[in-house]
């Protein structure tokens, strides 16, 4: 089974704070994917990267920076938190189908 | 652009029927969908291909209409286990592309609620 584990389920941050979030897989993917899921919206893609060192932009990237270091680690960076950056973050991987498989989710309150 | 989910929420007896319709603007190549159950990760149900066969998961089948742009999730018999938001997503020629990461962009989502 696919494992993908997502370092807090909760955080508090205060604006203006750099906040890192990391997922990591082991199931050897190539892709990884962030997304941030709001009520109503579903989930919107931030980045997504295809192999190391190697990312994409997705739909909503302002405000957010990836890392990806070493293939089962993929790091979302909020460089300054800002209160409209409160929401829930998946993560999610996939091989060289498109089936993906996500993490439980990171909540993310920015006071 | 995202494709468009409707209804946004149904609520359902145990053992009644619904259909969820994903809707999309560009031309489909596949339809994913995820069921994420309260406070856990989506989960994946199905997948359908253009030009493939209907899907059946348990009770839940799904359809792929390619003049229409769109699929449509059933819930048969719907058992209190069905509860949950379901998402489509919609993904591109299989991948190909390797900078395409296998990208998948997720409809709003569709939140079902099965009482007894």
């Known amino acids: 089974d696919v494992k993908v584990t997502q370092s807090s389920r909760y955080l508090v941050k205060r604006t203006g704070e750099k906040v890192f979030l990391e997922c990591v897989q082991d199931?050897?993917?190539?892709?990884m994917f962030w997304y941030r899921q709001d009520p109503g919206l579903g989930l919107r893609l931030i980045y997504f990267?295809?192999?190391?060192?190697?990312?994409e932009k997705g739909d909503i990237p302002e405000g957010y920076s990836v890392s990806r270091e070493k293939k089962e680690r993929f790091s979302l960076i909020l460089e300054s938190a800002s209160t409209n950056q409160t929401s829930m973050y998946l993560c999610?991987?996939?091989?060289?189908?498109?089936?993906?498989?996500f993490g439980p989710g990171t909540r993310l309150l920015v006071l | 652009q995202q494709p468009v989910q409707s209804p946004q929420a149904v609520i359902l007896r145990e053992g009644e029927d619904a259909v969820i319709n994903c809707s999309s603007s560009?031309?489909?190549?596949?339809v994913h969908w995820y069921r994420q159950k309260h406070g856990e990760a989506p989960v994946f149900l199905m997948i359908?291909?253009?030009?493939?066969e209907q899907k059946g998961h348990d009770k839940i089948s799904a359809s792929f209409n390619e003049k229409k742009q769109q699929s449509s999730l059933y819930l048969t018999a719907s058992q209190l286990s069905y509860s949950g938001t379901y998402f489509c997503?919609?993904?591109?020629?299989?991948?190909?592309?390797?900078?395409?990461?296998?990208?998948?962009?997720f409809g709003g989502g569709t939140r079902v609620l099965v009482k007894p």
């Open positions: 999610a991987t996939s091989g060289s189908s498109e089936t993906q498989y």
């Open positions: 199931m050897d993917h190539e892709n």
């Open positions: 990267s295809y192999d190391v060192k190697m990312k």
């Open positions: 560009k031309a489909l190549y596949s």
């Open positions: 359908l291909l253009k030009g493939g």
């Open positions: 997503g919609t993904g591109g020629r299989g991948g190909m592309i390797k900078a395409a990461g296998n990208k998948l962009t």
